[in-house]
C-alpha cells in the first residue's frame, strides 16, 4: 500500500497552559455544566417516578434557551457544548436501557459529584471554540467561549480536521484533546514476519520469536509512596485544606502510575508494529479474569487471598490499555492485529497437537505427555495463538 493512500481517524491532547484567571474559568466551566447534568439527570427520574413520562435528549435540548436566559451563568458557556454534555447523558440512558434488554448488569446513570465530572466537549470546531486561534507563527492556542485564548503546549504537529474539542481536568492539569479525521495513516513498509503474542504477568508478553518484554509493575513499585499517601489523606479533617491538598498528592501518585502504564503501552506496541505485518493475540475477558473469588455466604469462596493478588497483577500489567494502543497503532501502519480464541493456547503442543492440562507443568516449564516436545510455556502459547491467528486470516 503506497503511502498516505490510507486516512484514519485520530485523537491528540495536549497539555494546556492556562493563567490563573483562565485555570477558575476552566474550573466554572465544567462545575456548570456537572450541575447541567445533574439537573437533567434529575428531570428524567422525576418525570418517570411522578407520570411514567420519558424525557429524551430533544425535550431537554429545547429547553437550553430558558435556562441560559434565566441562569447568566449557564449562559456565558458555549451553547453546542451544553448540547454535547446532554447527549452524553442520553447515551448514558441509552446504553442503561440495552443492557437492560440484554439481561446484563443494568448500571443506572449516576449523579455526578464535584470530582466525578472532568470533561467537557465542543463538538464542532469554530463553534464556541477555535483550535489554533491564533495562528501567526507564535505560540499555538485554543480559544473557548467565556475562558478565552489558552496557551497549549503542542509537542507534535496536528494533521487532518479537526472535528471535535474537549477539554479534560487531570488532577491539577489541563489538558486539550482534539479529534480529527482525514488524518494520514504512517504506513510501514512490509517486513514479511508475522508474530503471535502471550500476554502474562511473570513477562508483560512473550512473541512466538521467543522474545520477552519484561513487566515494569507501575503499581507495585509506587505502592509504598501511594500507601503513604492514602494514610495520610485518612487522617485528614473531611473539608479541610490540608485534606485538599492531601486528595491532590494522592491523585497525583496515581496519575503517575496511569502515565507510567500508558508510556510502555505505547513503546511495546509500536515495537510490535514496526517489526511485524500480522500480529496475534488472545481475546481476553479481562474483566472476567480479575472477577472476586470471594463468593457468597453459603457458598465462599476458595484461595481469595492468592486470587485478590492475581487481579491486582493483571489489573498493574494493563492488559486492555496496551491492546487498544495495539490497534490503534496497526491500524494506521497498515498493519493487520487478529483476535483468536485463548481456550487451551497454553495446553496444546505445538508439534504433535496433543492437548492436555498435564503438558504445562509449571507457569515456565511446557512438555507434552504425548511426543516429549519442551518448551517455554510462554512461547508455545504464542505459537498457538498465532497458527490459529493464521487460521483466522486464511479461512
Known sequence: MAQGTCRVRRAYKFLL?????????????????????????????????????????????????????????????????????????????????RRVKNGEKPGYPRFKGAGWFDTVEWPKDRDGCRWNSTPDGGQVRVYLQGVGHIRVHAHRKVEGTVKTISVKREGRRWFVVLSCDDVPAE????????????????????????????????????????????????????????????????????????????????????WL???????????????????????????????VAQKSGLNRSILDAGWGVFLNVLHAKAESAGRVVVAVNPANTSRICPYCGHCAR??????????CVACGHTGHADVVGATNVLRAGLALLNA
Open 187 to 270: 504506513l510501514l513498509p512490509e517486513t514479511g514476519s508475522a508474530a503471535g503474542i502471550d500476554m502474562g504477568v511473570a513477562s508483560f508478553l512473550t512473541t512466538s520469536d521467543g522474545a520477552q518484554v519484561p513487566n515494569p509493575r507501575p503499581g507495585r513499585r509506587n505502592a509504598e509512596r501511594l500507601a503513604t499517601a492514602q494514610r495520610a489523606l485518612a487522617r485528614c479533617k473531611r473539608g479541610s485544606n490540608r485534606r485538599r491538598k492531601t486528595r491532590a498528592r494522592v491523585a497525583a501518585h496515581h496519575a503517575k502510575v496511569r502515565r507510567q502504564r500508558i508510556d510502555h503501552a505505547h513503546k511495546t506496541a509500536l
Open 273 to 303: 508494529v514496526r517489526h511485524h505485518d500480522v500480529i496475534a493475540h488472545e481475546a481476553l475477558k479481562i474483566s472476567n479474569m480479575t472477577r472476586s473469588a470471594a463468593g457468597t455466604v453459603e457458598a465462599p469462596g476458595t484461595n
Open 17 to 97: 497552559r492556562p493563567t490563573v484567571k483562565q485555570a477558575t474559568a476552566l474550573s466554572a466551566c465544567v462545575e456548570d455544566h456537572r450541575q447541567l447534568s445533574n439537573a437533567a439527570l434529575q428531570e428524567r427520574r422525576d418525570a418517570y417516578r411522578r407520570a411514567g413520562v420519558s424525557i429524551r435528549y430533544g425535550d431537554q435540548s429545547a429547553q437550553l434557551k430558558d435556562i441560559r436566559h434565566a441562569d447568566p451563568d449557564q449562559g456565558r458557556w458555549s451553547f453546542s457544548s451544553q448540547q454535547a454534555t446532554l447527549r452524553r447523558l442520553d447515551r448514558g440512558f441509552a446504553a442503561f436501557f
Open 358 to 367: 498435564e503438558n504445562r507443568v509449571t507457569q515456565a516449564d511446557f512438555v
